[in-house]
Nanobody, 122 residues
């Protein structure tokens, strides 16, 4: 069963922007994160945010282009993606964990979304 509901995936051209959303079915986890898996590739860390204080972390590949944020009122976590590249093409997964550490490994997160496909192509 899907524990985190994602939306916002789609097809965009290089250089354009896209925003992904993630809303838990229950209360927010202590740490929320985004991972992605390119076609035929391995799952990789994208970004994470600590719910309590908003502290964030980013993979080097997206730092400066992507921004993770949270809306406390709606319990929603966003991933604002700008200056998108073809290399960003992947299925993006929202994850939640009970740890306060901004972990970069998928095994450290207990809850997952269904995935949102993002395709960046001309």
């Amino acid at each position: 069963q899907v524990q985190l509901v994602e939306s916002g995936g789609g097809l965009v051209q290089p250089g354009e922007s896209l925003r992904l959303s993630c809303t838990p079915r229950t209360s927010p986890m202590n740490t929320m994160a985004w991972f992605r898996q390119p076609p035929g590739g391995d799952r990789e860390f994208v970004s994470a945010i600590r719910w309590r204080d908003g502290t964030t972390d980013y993979a080097d590949s997206v730092r400066g282009r992507f921004r993770i944020s949270r809306d406390i009122a709606t319990r929603t976590v966003y991933l604002q993606m700008t200056s998108l590249k073809s290399e960003d093409t992947a299925t993006y997964y929202c994850a939640g964990g009970t740890s306060y550490i901004l972990n970069t490994r998928g095994v450290d997160y207990e809850y997952w979304g269904q995935g949102a496909r993002v395709t960046v192509s001309s």
